[in-house]
């Protein structure tokens, strides 16, 4: 069985000394009272539910899997998770971050996403089933009428009730103007949605009294496209608009998909015929609220690959420090053993590295976007809101495309570590690497992500959010401009940074004149921005180290690690920075029909 310990230490550098978070929380409207040790209490609880409830059961759930009874169309998961679910639900998890008139506990979304990595790396599997119900509360929170909030909303805060997001279709996956769904209107004001969806997470499961679908379709008079969509609340078991529970809906889960990995979430097919639903928000702007569940799930998923890194890098650790194999280059370093251990040899620590620069940068950028997603919707400040509000924007894509693919990167080097060991199922590698290949397809590919970075969040909104987050990082150079202790990190990000403007205004006179630019450039220009944006979590960090309180050998582990990311992963842009260079012939010139 893998280990699992949170890396609570590391968590609290990140959200107290680079971040300054407590401040910022505690600035921020609802957020006077809260303090340190009660933030260190719920992330110390979250560690203890994490590594003895949810860790065991990771290893057991995958090889069980889930259970999908045709005669019933019901879905069992697997042993423990039922157990597990009913203790999150006693300790009020699910209500973490939603406001206490719902019956939550409103504590920060930073808070959240702090628990929230904890969960992952301890059980993705089971982690997905509380994902989507955040999901479903943000959208009825920001557009759903207040009777369906009280109606719905509550049972989800409680945890009597989990949340799906339902968008995709047999023939329409990230093109949702396609979708064929329809929502027939109804003499009460209800609606009857009929329809097929696939890839639905927890669409049906055994955890919750009832589920919430959150469900786009088509109005009879819609137009047609994505200004036709609309969204609806249907749930499994009827719901009056007196909160009164009916009859069984006519909604059912048709099968459940046969994964590669994450193998203990139910990823169903749910058919939906005449199924009883209300409309949320306005009809035909359900793009709108959909947008509101994908970015919190973009950010979250992004979370699942940082996650995952962790967890595979405490194993590898592990196993580098006690196998044994061969001396290293230089002389016997434990010439009392029959060999040395691995962790002495280069390239393990190559590995090892890799991991341990991506995960403790990730967390400061995954932080960074949390306490912006706090500041915009909490701050009574229009601009400070504003401004939070794009540079979020901007950083969601980088957060969910850069992290979940370093994740596989990550997870492949820790089984890497454990060479034949970790091919085989019972040392519990390989099922990191199998869990974290989704992270880079589902809630938008990372194609996808690249082309809202680049396409959307830079030029259609005039770069906006990378304006300011260009600020952001020349700000800290000048402030820390004359330290020499700090020079060998500044020289290279402030020239990056210059860069990463001039990067960006040649990609947009190419596509001015060829628009298949935009996409040839897409993915380089994401996994160049993502390396930027991590090298400045690097310099944070290095900088926050010296100036704080801790011990030598935490500023020295800090600093060496943050050197080997400027010198073995940021030289990783001057090959990016070369694609984008290079343009979009030598990926178009090639007629369709020599692909052979």
């Known amino acids: 069985m893998t280990r699992y310990a949170a890396p609570l230490d590391d968590m609290r550098f990140a959200l107290y000394d680079v971040l300054d978070g407590e401040r910022t929380l505690k600035q921020l409207p609802r957020g006077e009272s809260l303090s340190r040790e009660t933030i260190d209490a719920v992330l110390e609880e979250a560690a203890r539910l994490s590594e003895q409830v949810l860790a065991p059961l990771n290893q057991s759930g995958d090889a069980e899997g889930c259970h999908f009874d045709k005669a019933t169309a019901s879905v ?48 993705l599997s089971w982690g997905n089933y509380p994902l989507l119900s955040a999901g479903a509360t943000e959208a009825l929170l920001q557009h759903g009428e207040e009777w369906q909030r009280e109606v719905f909303l509550k049972p989800i805060v ?8 339902c968008l995709t279709e047999p023939h329409c996956g990230t093109d949702l103007g396609l979708l064929k769904t329809r929502a027939e209107p109804a003499a009460d004001g209800s609606y009857r949605v009929s329809g097929t969806k696939i890839f639905i997470t927890g669409g049906e499961h055994d955890l919750s009294e009832n589920i919430v679908h959150l469900v786009l379709a088509r109005l009879p008079d819609a137009p047609t496209g994505t200004k036709g969509i609309s969204m609806f609340v249907v749930p499994k078991f009827k719901v009056a608009r007196d909160g009164t529970l009916g009859a069984r809906n006519g909604v059912a889960c048709g099968s459940i998909e046969h994964k590669m990995g994450i193998k203990a ?9 005449a199924a009883e639903g209300y409309l949320v928000g306005q009809p035909n702007k359900g793009l709108t609220a959909m947008f509101t569940m994908m970015n919190a799930a973009r950010l979250a998923v992004g979370i699942q690959g940082l ?11 592990a196993y580098a420090r006690e196998r044994l194999q061969m001396r290293a280059l230089s002389g016997p370093k434990f010439p009392h053993q ?23 940068a990730g967390r400061v950028l995954v932080l960074h976007a949390a306490l912006l997603g706090d500041t915009h919707l909490r701050s009574d400040d229009a601009a400070a809101r504003e401004r939070a509000e794009q540079e979020l924007s901007f950083l969601i894509p980088i957060c969910k495309g850069l992290l979940t693919e370093l994740a596989n990167e990550c997870t492949y080097h820790a089984m890497q570590v454990l060479g034949g060991h970790g091919y085989i199922a019972e040392w519990g590698l390989e099922q990191f690497a199998r869990d974290a290949r989704i992270t880079t397809i589902y809630e938008g590919t990372t194609q996808i992500q690249a082309l809202d970075l680049l396409g959307r969040k830079v030029f259609q909104l005039q770069g906006a959010g990378l304006q300011v987050f260009l600020e952001r990082i020349g700000a800290f150079c000048r402030q820390h401009a004359d330290a020499a202790a700090l020079a060998e990190f500044i020289g290279p990000l402030g020239k990056l940074a210059q860069q990463w403007g001039e990067i960006t205004q040649r990609v947009g006179v190419a596509a001015a004149g060829n628009p298949e630019e935009l ?24 900088a926050a180290a010296d100036a704080g309180a801790r011990s030598g050998t935490f500023k020295q582990a800090k600093r060496a690690t943050a050197r080997f990311y400027f010198q073995r992963i940021l030289p990783r842009t001057e090959a990016h920075a070369a694609m984008l260079r290079a343009g979009a012939a030598s990926l178009m010139d090639l007629p369709e029909a020599l692909f052979g």
């Open 307 to 317: 996650g995952l890194i962790e967890r595979a890098y405490q194993n590898s650790l």
């Open 158 to 165: 409680a945890g009597r009730w989990t949340g799906t997001m």
């Open 76 to 123: 069992t998961t697997p042993k423990g998770f039922k157990e597990a679910n009913a203790q999150f639900v006693a300790g009020g998890w699910p209500g973490l971050t939603a406001p206490e008139r719902y019956g939550g506990q409103d504590l920060p979304e930073t808070v959240g996403a702090l628990v929230k990595e904890m969960l992952d790396s301890a059980n």
């Open 338 to 360: 029959p060999a040395d251990p691995i962790i002495v040899h280069p390239d393990v620590r190559r590995l090892l590295l890799t991991q341990k620069a991506i995960a403790e």
């Open 265 to 273: 979430s139910a990823t169903c097919v749910m058919n939906f015929d």
């Open 519 to 542: 996409g040839a450039a897409a993915v380089d220009y994401l996994f160049y921005s993502g390396y930027v944006t991590l090298a400045f979590c690097w310099a944070r960090s290095v």
